[in-house]
């Protein structure tokens, strides 16, 4: 499976900006599919992620309210639409996969995802 992030780009604090992610080589049917980011000198850290068959969406607290996740079947795709966004959003983003349902308690970890993305570089600032 490949993974294409895209969408990131400059927005100002209080925007919005939505993020695609696409695969190729296969479905993402059985999949857990999420999206990570990592600002400069930061560790990497989870934002949210969705089992792509149902069953649950989880999010960072720090995005709650704010990031939403949602699927489109027929193009294979994972959208992450953000919302009120704040200068400490700023980061690059990944889309990451894993053949499997990921326990609800294991979601945030990087280590559960086989399938990694680009970065796509989202830029907060008036």
């Known amino acids: 499976v490949q993974l294409q992030a895209y969408g990131g780009g400059l927005v100002q604090p209080g925007g919005s900006l939505r993020l695609s992610c696409a695969a190729s080589?296969?479905?993402?049917?059985?999949?857990?599919v999420g999206w990570f980011r990592q600002a400069p000198g930061k560790e990497r850290e989870f934002v949210i992620a969705t089992r792509w068959s149902g069953g649950g969406t989880f999010y960072a607290d720090s995005v709650k309210g704010r990031f939403t996740i949602s699927r489109d079947r027929p193009k294979n795709t994972v959208y992450l639409q953000m919302d009120f966004l704040k200068p400490e959003d700023a980061a690059d983003y990944y889309c990451?996969?894993?053949?499997?349902?990921?326990?609800?308690?294991?979601?945030?970890?990087?280590?559960?995802?086989?399938?990694w993305g680009q970065g796509t570089e989202i830029t907060v600032s008036s």
């Open positions: 080589g296969r479905t993402f049917s059985g999949y857990t």
């Open positions: 990451a996969a894993t053949p499997r349902t990921v326990i609800a308690g294991m979601v945030s970890r990087a280590s559960e995802y086989v399938y």
